[in-house]
């Protein structure tokens, strides 16, 4: 059983890529919509849910961690790895080397939320992968507060996203790079501000082809699909065709369930 998490809805486009690529796979979702967003928190304070949930799948039999969130996987990602040194853990991490690879103008930018805009880990993954390419690293206050509430629609949010588009592209930018799982829901939105100048990097499949390289047996199950969170569960599955992800509803087992954690 894989057992994937995030702070709320984000991690849902990597549970997709997941259970497109192993659709066989037994899989638990939780979101732990009770203390999000996690973007604002302290690094000690996401370590201790991080592990506090980690634990909780393991509990109920999941022998494959995926952190499906860019924040908690720059904060405590190691901590869980090594609180559970026989499971593998996949981390999600933003594209900055994928980007720098293919960028023409050998500039690029990184949208994040504030925890991981602060972190050693993404200062790092820059220094080993970026090269020579210039990265802006652009922190995105309240957008995956925003997704969470499905705010696609509102103007003041679509108003923000474009003041904060226009300028990396006037600079040069061909590869924008969402350094957030929730942001993979914002495509919609920033692809016509992007028209064409820049391609969005989203590492959602790339997280899902590690999982199914390190999985191998565990992979195998009834593709069962459970969905958990701290607070309004009911809202998971509500949000799913908001989010393009209808298909993902069909396979949920049960009732989503409140977890106490
Ligand atoms: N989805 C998360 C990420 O990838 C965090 C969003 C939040 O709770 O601030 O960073």
């Not at 994040?112 to 972190?119: F, K, L, W």
């Not at 997280?207 to 958990?228: D, E, F, K, P």
Request: net charge negative; with cysteine; proline share 5%.
């Amino acid at each position: 059983m894989i057992g994937v998490f995030d702070s709320g809805l984000g991690g849902l486009s990597v549970l997709a890529a997941i259970a497109r690529a192993l659709p066989q796979a037994d899989l638990i979702y939780l979101a732990d919509t009770a203390h999000l967003p996690y973007g604002t928190k302290s690094d000690i304070f996401i370590r201790e849910r991080v592990l506090a949930i980690g634990q909780h799948l393991v509990t109920l039999g999941c022998d494959v961690l995926v952190v499906a969130c860019n924040t908690a996987t720059a904060a405590a990602v190691e901590a869980l790895r090594q609180q559970h040194p026989q499971i593998p853990v996949v981390g999600i991490e933003p594209g900055i080397k994928p980007a720098a690879v293919d960028s023409r103008t050998r500039r690029i930018a990184v949208l994040t939320t504030e925890s991981t805009s602060r972190s050693e880990r993404l200062r790092k993954l820059i220094r080993d992968h970026a090269g020579s390419v210039a990265v802006d690293v652009e922190a995105c206050p309240g957008w995956a507060t925003r997704v969470e509430m499905l705010e696609f629609d509102d103007p003041a949010f679509a108003t923000e996203i474009a003041a904060k588009i226009a300028p990396l592209l006037d600079s040069g930018i061909d590869r924008l790079v969402l350094g957030c799982t929730h942001y993979s829901f914002l495509a919609a939105l920033l692809n016509p501000l992007i028209d064409g100048r820049a391609e969005l990097v989203d590492v959602a499949e790339a997280v899902a082809r590690q999982v199914m390289r390190i999985s191998g047996i565990r992979a195998r199950g009834n593709a069962q699909l459970y969905l958990l969170a701290t607070a309004a569960p009911e809202r998971l599955r509500s949000a799913l065709p908001r989010l393009g992800l209808d298909w993902l509803a069909a396979h949920a087992t049960d009732a989503e369930k409140l977890v106490d954690l």
